[in-house]
């Protein structure tokens, strides 16, 4: 038993609270990835015209918000890749990561994790509005 001014806590207590904790951490599912490459490039952009928000296979969701510019970085097999400066896209799963996204036939397809270079996808891909 740990001893402390106004507070008793057994050892069987503490043994639960963690367990309970770890179980609560491994609840989160890691966001798909598949290996890609990428091809850079640049010269063409958009601003995206309305808000889109995307659920995620883990059970998150992420939100492109209206009146952002993109930028082609670059293009993937699966499209084309933008980012953003206006604001900082990311995906929750187990982890978080930063994310740009794809682009094919003017819908949203997925995105590209730029630090771990791999792509994941969304179902259904999500009309994009858009001016240039």
């Known amino acids: 038993m740990i001893r402390n001014p106004g507070l008793m806590v057994s050892g069987r207590w503490l043994r639960v609270a963690a367990l309970v904790a770890l179980s609560l951490a491994a609840c989160a599912p890691a966001v798909v990835q598949e290996s890609t490459q990428i091809t850079p490039g640049a010269g063409k952009d958009f601003r995206l015209t309305r808000t889109v928000d995307v659920s995620l296979s883990t059970g998150y969701s992420t939100t492109l918000r209206a009146n952002t510019r993109w930028a082609l970085v670059g293009t ?3 499209g084309e890749v933008y ?3 206006d604001q900082i896209v990311t995906l929750e799963g187990a982890h978080i990561h930063e994310a740009y996204i794809v682009v094919k036939a003017g819908s949203l ?3 590209y994790l730029p630090v771990e270079r791999t792509f994941s996808p969304i ?3 999500k009309p994009l509005t858009t001016e240039p």
């Open 83 to 85: 980012r953003t400066k």
């Open 76 to 78: 993937i097999a699966q």
């Open 109 to 111: 397809v997925g995105f």
């Open 123 to 125: 179902a259904p891909g």
